[in-house]
């Protein structure tokens, strides 16, 4: 596993004895990295962020049922595309994501059960694609316009803050990790990226009490 060398700071509120621990209801540990994305104002270029995203958080919780993790990774995320149509080239796509995942060593996270259970989202996603159809018919545009088209699909997908949930998680000394993966349609940056920072990850411990409904699941 990687070691992570950012600058960031971590808050562990456990600030209670080992006996009265054991009937805490909560806890909370976080993880910050104030590394910026810089978005350019003239050409809309994205540089500086956090080159990759592989936090660790670890988190104690109490020995007994009922024991959960709220997780919610929070990133200002950017995306860039660029197409461009030519005499030669008449349709262009580019497409450019991030996708976050979180991984608990015990427990089932967002309904996934076992050691290591891993659930990825997409906090941003996008598809552009342009084509134009007159490149050789430019005389004729005037005279007949509905042969002459620009055509743009932009498509995307956002979630720049999301609750993963984790229950059955056994007393100790927990470790959750969350990466952010880039995908790039063209390998290169030069016609999509992709850009995280700054980020917080935070992780809430809590007890599911019999009074309450408990976590319910509505995947279909």
Not at 151 to 174: K, M
Request: net charge negative; with cysteine.
């Amino acid at each position: 596993m990687r070691i992570v060398v950012w600058t960031f700071a971590i808050v562990v509120a456990a600030f209670v004895s080992t006996s009265a621990f054991a009937q805490s209801s909560g806890n909370f540990a976080a993880d910050i990295d104030r590394t910026m994305c810089v978005l350019d104002n003239s050409t809309g270029a994205l540089s500086g962020g956090i080159p990759a995203v592989d936090w660790q958080v670890q988190i104690k919780v109490p020995n007994g049922s009922g024991t959960s993790l709220d997780i919610r990774p929070n990133f200002v995320t950017g995306l860039f595309t660029k197409t461009k149509v030519d005499t030669t080239t008449t349709t262009a796509s580019a497409a450019a994501g991030v996708q976050v995942c979180v991984k608990i060593d015990q427990g089932t996270l967002d309904g996934i059960p076992g050691p290591n259970a891993e659930h990825c989202v997409w906090y941003d996603k996008r598809f552009q694609q342009l084509s134009a159809s007159f490149f050789n018919q430019i005389a004729g545009c005037a005279t007949s316009p509905a042969s002459c088209s620009i055509d743009l699909i932009l498509s995307t997908l956002s979630a720049h803050s999301f609750d993963f949930v984790a229950s059955n998680i056994p007393g100790g000394l927990r470790t959750v990790e969350v990466t952010a993966n880039f995908f790039d349609s063209d390998g290169t940056a030069g016609n999509a990226a992709a850009c995280v920072g700054p980020g917080v990850v935070t992780v809430t411990q809590t007890k599911a009490f019999s009074t309450s409904s408990g976590i319910i699941d509505l995947t279909p």
